[in-house]
């Protein structure tokens, strides 16, 4: 009879960022695991909270399946004699294994005939097994950081508290971290009194349902999250308004608490003349709650915001005073924050950078600035951007760094600068520059709003990642202190998904980037070889990009390998041959093989030596299959120069895919190599043309057909 | 509630889980953690159980006395569990219970948190814990500290007494909470937090400052070497409230504050791990004498 399990880890309360991907490991590890042990089972689901890890598996088989085990004994020659009756090898194998001496087989194998003993092992009971599998399992989760805190030095996300182990109604024992498995699960610590402290004796693993329902907790990340914005939608609904739900506080939200419970406060109104960029900053990352907007204008903050509590406080209205007073608090300070700013003349403000080090040896933000300035100065040109104006946003760029408001809400540098800018009078177009540099935060997200933010963005990047790579300060692993891989992950993102992208050459860059930086910066390190580094750094990120953006790997190493110098061409590249793979499989595979046979060819001639030229002698054309080829590559190669000027690579493709025919014939008719040197440098010459254009595409020679 | 009962009914509270109560350091500190009963008594193998009161100087956070939330100088009240008991969470949640606030009525959270404080070469993973949504202590597993792994790890346990006034007192801000019947924290601090800003900011003589860290150094190092650990690490957190007091007078240089708080931070290691040959050398001997240091419910269940 299958039976279900039910692991429950307990926990003293685990960061909320780490409970996702702790869930995810939970289920894919215990799933292996089963499977690994050939237990079967139905089905398996994670859940969890602050408090605990939780595994529900359906149907688990109460043995595992028998496994068919083979044992090798000696040759056959050594066995019998020439009777054929068994030796005194043989029977000692058997002896040996407890087998009777006619049991024996003989089998074939790779390295002749053997005896064998052929068992069906009765598999384990599932119990046993589970008793080696769960602590297993428990034991390799891993998390972004890990502690130390009991007598083994066991290290978890934090400490665990007790373990619920159950399959039926059966304890799996084991022992982690001196904590013994049992039936004994925990309510939420403060319900009906902590001393009291609600707890709960499992009779079996279903009773695990009704028992977390008794004790008031939502296990179902899913099901918190859903209550959560209820909440929110409602309390907002009750004033007029309505919540702005950011995806990651809902998120965060639901995995700070066990059984969410939404109360509606307010603040006074007096506050509201501050910025709304900063008190939603307070309320969303120092609060955790929700700000309210007004239902029917969602550029109006309503005095009001939803924090979610840990259960239902017994006095609501002692919490939600304790919660406005910490709120009007914070206000208070980011109010006295940006009152002091004020007093500082700006330009006072561009002093303070040069007492703030942007990295040890690197100077301070008033040396990264001078750069920032200098290479805006270079993207202006190639970009097309008013000169005076991007330089003015680079100079101003990172003077927020130096203000109260910034050293007291990190979160906001950028908003900040943008703010005072404006303030002290300077062109909207710099203002929201400066205001958006920081953007894209992650790869995926908002990108700056105007061409000049997006230059900034790109020079910002550009410095840090080449002056890093300099010093060495290259992430390694999971271990990207400065943010480098990000800073890589954007830039990138930044050049393939913009318009300026267009107008702008990886190499052009980091020759422009390296000339600054080595003008003003000792280089520690041989500029080439960070060049290449950091090439090569920049092209995974960009493989990642395309994989995000569903280009299938051979697509991938294809256009990469034909070059990625123009960051957004390579994209758009990749995407034109992905849309037109999937678009039209067969001709794009047809085309992709009589491609590789020029490009085979051209590789085979140069090994061996062979030499071509950029033109081809029309004299020395003599077959018709040769001729043909010729005529249309040059029919063709007009609109596929001008397609390629334009991006539109699809139509790239598909007009040089027309020659396709015409390569199958010429190979099928026309011996490339020719004996004679004229004849055979030509035909390789009228290839060498085609792949001139291929490669403006993708080496086609990676692609799968 | 005045601000002094609190005091004294934490001191109370701990003393019942076995805690030595220690009186504050003599010394200018930035923490609790910085006073030897914390920041030695980590070390090494021996248990030990500590509840104290700490004033606390941090020059760079003092507002002129302007700013109700911020001071330069305050309080911390400061536990050690080493090493920490299964029910820590519960013992510490029992202790608010203990000042009169009824945990049911309220909403209390742990949220991330780390901690670390370079120039002692420390830190912990723990949490703030949120009373109503108002930070009311930090609670730290401690894992390093000078830069040595902890083994037992300890749980320090740092409540912020104004603020848990505060909540308690409903008084509108630091100023106003009453100390003592009939006289209120401001009129007991309010003047010399002013001054003490005005000191910190504008007026401390700042060669006097950068030759006084000089000699403390020398004098901690010269110390150090003739194996005195406590006057040795006395002498670095000399040096450690002195690098403060450059750091608020704002004349450092970002290079030249790394370099200073490497400083410390080298002083630092030394005295610990000077304290840890000297304790090992005594044959750690509070492992023997463990009856005294741990908790009574513990004690009562032994065998008499």
């Known amino acids: ?224 999250k859903e209550m959560v914005a209820r909440f929110a939608v409602r309390l907002a609904q009750s004033v007029g308004g309505r919540p702005e739900i950011d995806e990651d506080l809902l998120e965060e939200v639901t995995f700070l608490v066990e059984a969410p419970y939404g109360l509606l406060g307010s603040f006074d109104d007096r506050f509201l003349s501050l910025p709304k960029v900063l008190l939603k900053t307070v309320m969303r990352h120092h609060q955790r709650y929700f700000p309210v907007l007004r239902y029917d204008d969602a550029k109006t903050l309503l005095p009001h915001f939803i924090v979610i509590c840990n259960g239902k406080p017994e006095d609501e209205e002692k919490v939600l005073k304790g919660n406005k007073r910490v709120l009007e608090a914070r206000f208070e300070d980011a109010a006295f924050s940006l009152a002091e700013d004020q007093k500082v003349p700006f330009v006072d403000l561009s002093l303070r950078l040069r007492s703030i080090v942007f990295q040890e040896g690197l100077g301070t933000m008033a040396d990264k600035t001078q750069r920032l300035m200098k290479m805006m100065g270079k993207l202006a040109q190639r970009m097309g951007l008013d000169l005076g104006k991007a330089i003015r946003a680079a100079e101003l760029c990172k003077v927020d760094l130096a203000t109260r408001l910034v050293n007291e809400f990190t979160e906001l540098q950028g908003w900040v600068g943008g703010h005072y800018a404006r303030q002290n009078g300077e062109d909207e177009e710099v203002a929201i520059a400066v205001e958006d540099h920081y953007k894209p935060l992650a790869p ?163 090994q061996r030596g062979e030499s071509m030229n950029d033109a081809v002698n029309t004299d020395l054309l003599m077959e018709a299959a040769e001729t043909e080829l010729y005529q249309m590559v040059t029919q063709i190669a007009g609109s596929f120069n001008k397609q390629v000027e334009e991006e539109d690579f699809g139509a790239a493709f598909r007009t040089i895919s027309e020659l396709a025919p015409a390569i199958n014939r010429f190979f099928d008719d026309v011996l490339v190599m020719h004996p004679e040197e004229s004849v055979r440098r030509n035909r390789l010459s009228l290839l060498k043309r085609i792949e001139n254009c291929l490669l403006q595409i993708a080496d086609f020679r990676k692609i799968e057909t | ?150 083994d037992p790890v300890s749980v320090e346990i740092t409540y912020g007494p104004e603020r848990l006034a505060l909540f308690l007192t409903g008084a509108p801000d630091v100023f106003a909470l009453p100390w003592a019947e009939g006289i209120t924290y401001g009129e007991i601090h309010r003047r010399s937090e002013y001054e003490a800003c005005l000191y910190n900011f504008d007026k401390a003589d700042v060669s006097t400052l950068f030759t006084l860290f000089d000699l403390y150094e020398q004098e901690a190092d010269r110390i150090l070497g003739e194996g005195l650990i406590v006057p040795g690490f006395e002498a670095t957190l000399k040096c450690s409230h002195i690098f403060n007091l450059l750091d608020s007078r704002g004349v450092l240089s970002v290079m030249e504050r790394t370099r200073y708080i490497k400083r410390v931070q080298e002083l630092a290691r030394r005295a610990c791990q000077g304290y840890l040959r000297q304790r090992e050398e005594m044959g750690f001997p509070l492992l023997k004498g463990t009856a005294t240091v741990s908790a009574p419910q513990r004690a009562s269940d032994c065998p008499s």
């Open chain 1, 1 to 224: 009879m299958a039976k279900n399990l039910l692991l429950e880890v307990g926990t003293e309360e685990l960061p909320a960022r780490f409970l996702a991907g702790a869930l995810s490991q939970l289920k894919n590890l215990l799933e292996e695991s089963l499977q690994e042990k050939s237990l079967v089972f139905e089905s398996c689901r994670t859940f969890g909270t602050p408090r605990r890890l939780v595994a529900f598996v359906t149907g688990v088989a109460e043995q595992q399946t028998p496994l068919l085990r083979e044992i090798r004994g000696p040759t056959r020659q050594q066995a019998y004699d020439q009777d054929g009756k068994p030796t005194t090898a043989a029977l000692g194998f058997a002896r040996a294994h407890g087998v009777a001496v006619d049991q024996l087989e003989v089998r074939k194998t790779d390295r002749g005939e053997f005896v064998f003993i052929v068992r069906e092992e009765k598999g384990q009971p599932a119990l046993q097994v589970l008793s080696e599998v769960l602590p297993q399992v428990i034991r390799r989760l891993s998390f972004p950081k890990t502690m130390r805190w009991e007598a083994t030095n066991f290290r978890f996300g934090r400490p665990i508290r007790w373990i619920v182990a159950l399959l039926g109604s059966e304890i799996i024992s084991f022992e982690i971290a001196g904590v013994v498995s049992g039936r004994r699960t925990f309510g939420r610590r403060l319900a009906g009194g902590f001393k009291a402290g609600l707890e709960a004796t499992l009779n079996c693993a279903d009773d695990y349902w009704t028992v977390v329902d008794q004790l008031g907790i939502v296990i179902d990340p899913e099901a918190r």
């Open chain 1, 444 to 606: 995926g997200t908002a990108l700056p709003r105007n061409r000049i933010g997006v230059a900034l963005a790109i020079a910002d990047r550009l410095d840090t990642l080449i002056t890093c790579f300099d010093r060495q300060l290259m992430p390694t692993g999971s271990h990207d202190p400065l943010g480098l891989r990000r800073a890589a992950s954007t830039l990138v993102q930044l050049l393939a998904e913009t318009e300026p992208g267009k107008h702008l050459r990886l190499s052009d860059l980091l020759s422009d980037g390296f000339q600054i930086i080595s003008e003003a910066v000792l280089l520690s390190d041989d500029p080439q070889q960070t060049r290449q580094r950091l090439t090569s750094f920049l092209e995974t990120r960009l493989d990642t990009l395309m994989e995000e953006r569903g280009i299938d790997y051979d697509l991938r190493r294809a256009v990469l390998a034909a070059g990625f110098d123009n960051v957004r061409a390579a994209l758009l590249r990749a995407q034109a041959l992905q849309e037109e793979r999937k678009k039209n499989p067969v001709t794009f595979s047809d085309a992709v093989t009589a491609f590789t046979r020029v490009t085979n060819i051209l590789f085979q001639a140069r």
């Open chain 2, 1 to 150: 509630m005045t601000f002094q009962k609190l005091l004294l009914e934490l001191q109370r509270f701990w003393e019942g889980q076995g805690c030595v109560l220690l009186q504050p350091l003599d010394i200018e500190v930035g923490a609790g953690t910085m006073h030897p009963g914390t920041a030695l008594r980590v070390l090494g193998p021996e248990p030990w159980r500590t509840a104290y009161v700490q004033p606390s100087r941090r020059p760079n956070d003092g507002r002129y006395a302007e700013n109700p939330n911020r001071l330069q100088h305050y309080y911390q009240f400061q536990v050690i569990l080493k090493p920490p008991p299964n029910d820590v969470q519960e013992i510490y949640l029992s202790s608010l219970e203990h000042l009169g606030i009824r945990l049911t009525e309220h909403d209390i959270r742990f949220v991330e948190d780390d901690w670390e404080a370079p120039t002692l070469g420390a830190s912990g993973v723990g949490w703030e814990v949120w009373l109503d949504g108002m930070e009311i202590t930090q609670f730290t597993y401690f894992q390093q500290m000078g830069g040595i792994e902890l």
